[in-house]
T-cell receptor, first 118, second 113 residues
Framework: DVKVTQSSRYLVKRTGEKVFLECVQDMDHENMFWYRQDPGLGLRLIYFSYDVKMKEKGDIPEGYSVSREKKERFSLILESASTNQTSMYLC?????????????????FGPGTRLTVL | GENVEQHPSTLSVQEGDSAVIKCTYSDSASNYFPWYKQELGKRPQLIIDIRSNVGEKKDQRIAVTLNKTAKHFSLHITETQPEDSAVYFCAALFSGNTGKLIFGQGTTLQVKP
């Protein structure tokens, strides 16, 4: 059974604080993703990583950075938290998809971290 | 750019009725379209997916249809039950990416007993 865990279910921080959200998967997946979920906006991709130390910007990377030093762990960093970053953050992982070969893999999600920035 | 539009945003049906959720996508090269279900307070989970070489796929009470010419795909749930109540997300895998999905905005389905 794939297991994706996130460090906190609920987090309250103050404006300007540096915030770390951690995600760990135990299935040796190459791909890891960070999404932000807001009502009416669906799941928006912040950053993803397809290998250790590799990262690519998603649709809304502004105000965020990521770190992937080990294959199983993908961290999302808010350098200086702001109130508009109050949201639900979801991590996901998947095996590498070979798009052109028609080989795809399901994304497995973590339980989410509800971050409130005051 | 890469975009997936999902409608409706909310859907309320009586138990036993059918529910249909529709999505359109922008990249004609997309060839993989999964649907995820997120129950209240839980994580999204894959319920069904379809690849572009197939026009329809069924799994018990759920089915997905794909029209590549029109660039839209739909989720059909028949004989709805209260446990079908959840938020449903469609997604499309865009060309040139290794596993990056673009998600629709989500549909909140309420099945009234």
């Amino acid at each position: 059974d794939v297991k994706v865990t996130q460090s906190s279910r609920y987090l309250v921080k103050r404006t300007g604080e540096k915030v770390f959200l951690e995600c760990v998967q135990d299935m040796d997946h190459e791909n890891m993703f960070w999404y932000r979920q807001d009502p009416g906006l669906g799941l928006r991709l912040i950053y993803f990583s397809y290998d250790v130390k590799m990262k690519e910007k998603g649709d809304i990377p502004e105000g965020y950075s990521v770190s992937r030093e080990k294959k199983e762990r993908f961290s999302l960093i808010l350098e200086s938290a702001s109130t508009n970053q109050t949201s639900m953050y979801l991590c996901a992982s998947s095996l590498r998809s070979a798009f052109r070969q028609g080989f795809y893999n399901e994304q497995f999600f973590g339980p989410g971290t509800r971050l409130t920035v005051l | 750019g890469e975009n997936v539009e999902q409608h409706p945003s909310t859907l309320s049906v009586q138990e036993g009725d059918s529910a249909v959720i529709k999505c359109t996508y922008s990249d004609s090269a997309s060839n993989y379209f999964p649907w995820y279900k997120q129950e209240l307070g839980k994580r999204p989970q894959l319920i069904i997916d379809i690849r572009s070489n197939v026009g329809e796929k069924k799994d018990q009470r759920i089915a997905v249809t794909l029209n590549k010419t029109a660039k839209h795909f739909s989720l059909h749930i028949t004989e709805t039950q209260p446990e079908d109540s959840a938020v449903y997300f469609c997604a499309a895998l865009f060309s040139g990416n290794t596993g990056k999905l673009i998600f629709g905005q989500g549909t909140t389905l309420q099945v009234k007993p």
